[in-house]
């Protein structure tokens, strides 16, 4: 998630240099603004609504904490949790 709000952030440096290059394009900019805001407010509710379902279901944080542990995407065979390549 780090790594996608990272890359957000350059591609709004560059359109932001491109666009107020051009200053009749100043609704442009507005639409843009707009358009990231609403993207940021998207994937912060991804990230509540994921934290909150599992707060839901069991009020233990460890048990959240577990299943992003065991469901990483990055696990490999040799992993250290011992459970072995899951995918």
């Given at each position: 998630?780090?790594?996608?709000?990272?890359?957000?952030?350059?591609?709004?440096a560059?359109?932001?240099?491109?666009?107020y290059?051009?200053?009749?394009?100043?609704?442009?900019v507005?639409?843009?603004?707009?358009?990231?805001?609403?993207?940021?407010?998207?994937?912060?509710?991804?990230?509540?609504?994921?934290?909150?379902e599992?707060?839901?279901?069991?009020?233990?944080?460890?048990?959240?904490?577990?299943?992003?542990?065991?469901?990483?995407?990055?696990?490999?065979?040799?992993?250290?949790?011992?459970?072995?390549?899951?995918?």
């Amino acid at each position: 998630m780090f790594l996608i709000i990272k890359f957000m952030y350059y591609i709004q440096a560059y359109l932001y240099l491109f666009l107020y290059s051009f200053h009749r394009f100043n609704n442009l900019v507005k639409l843009v603004i707009i358009f990231e805001i609403i993207v940021y407010v998207v994937i912060f509710l991804n990230e509540f609504l994921i934290f909150y379902e599992f707060e839901i279901s069991s009020p233990s944080r460890l048990s959240f904490l577990e299943y992003r542990r065991n469901n990483q995407i990055f696990n490999s065979s040799s992993s250290k949790f011992g459970k072995g390549d899951q995918y």
